[in-house]
């Protein structure tokens, strides 16, 4: 059930959050398979480090769904070095864009024009795509409005009382989803604001002098 008290909820933090950062333009990326790449490698590292192995696949002109689906899993694993825990993630990465060819002959147009919502569950039945990369994968790349989660959303919500406890990915996601417009653009912004902020201010340790959302973040009180 639709609640308008979270709904404005949840529109104050976006609007704080926007005055305070501005426009995000994530995910950086030059086309959506390089989204998706990074989504696959950014898994347990940092966003520096997928940079890295996404230049060495762009030098070597690998950065595409042919070019990897030809690629031996020993060769891409040397490329993704700086990614971390490069062997598995060489072959999550194949996986991926095997799964792409067997289904939709390789094209990402033809996978994102299905509906999102069953496109979703089969993407994570695919292995190695978890439901963080998956969420991911659909808003940055595909366009579509399916909110993503990660530990940035899960330490926010928690000091901000929205949470409590360990909730689980489906029922913090299931805030947003329920409670805003099915609006990709929206989404985009607002986790991209959400890990610029919990960069900033919202650390394991909250930053509270400065902070935008001091108003209705109870860690500040």
């Not at 926007?18 to 347990?44: D, K, R």
């Amino acid at each position: 059930m639709v609640s308008k008290v979270m709904h404005t909820r949840l529109m104050e933090i976006y609007t704080r959050l926007s005055e305070q950062y501005g426009a995000m333009h994530w995910w950086p990326a030059e086309t959506p398979f390089e989204v998706c790449v990074g989504a696959i490698l950014t898994q347990n590292t940092n966003w520096g480090n997928v940079e890295k192995a996404i230049a060495n696949l762009r030098a070597d002109g690998l950065l595409t769904a042919e070019a990897i689906h030809r690629l031996p899993a020993a060769e891409l694993a040397e490329l993704i070095r700086p990614s971390g825990f490069f062997n598995v993630k060489s072959v999550r990465l194949k996986g991926f864009v095997d799964w792409l060819y067997g289904r939709f002959d390789g094209e990402l147009s033809r996978m994102f024009a299905e509906d999102w919502r069953a496109l979703r569950e089969e993407l994570l039945r695919v292995k190695g795509i978890g439901r963080e990369t998956c969420d991911s994968i659909l808003l940055y790349a595909g366009g579509k409005p399916s909110f993503v989660v990660d530990a940035y959303t899960m330490r926010l919500l928690g000091h901000l009382g929205l949470i409590v406890g360990a909730a689980d990915y489906e029922t913090v996601r299931s805030l947003f989803m329920d409670h805003l417009p099915e609006d990709a653009a929206l989404f985009n912004e607002y986790h991209a604001l959400i890990v610029q902020h919990a960069k900033a201010f919202c650390r394991k340790r909250p930053v509270c002098p400065g902070c935008p959302l001091t108003g209705p973040c109870l860690s500040a009180e």
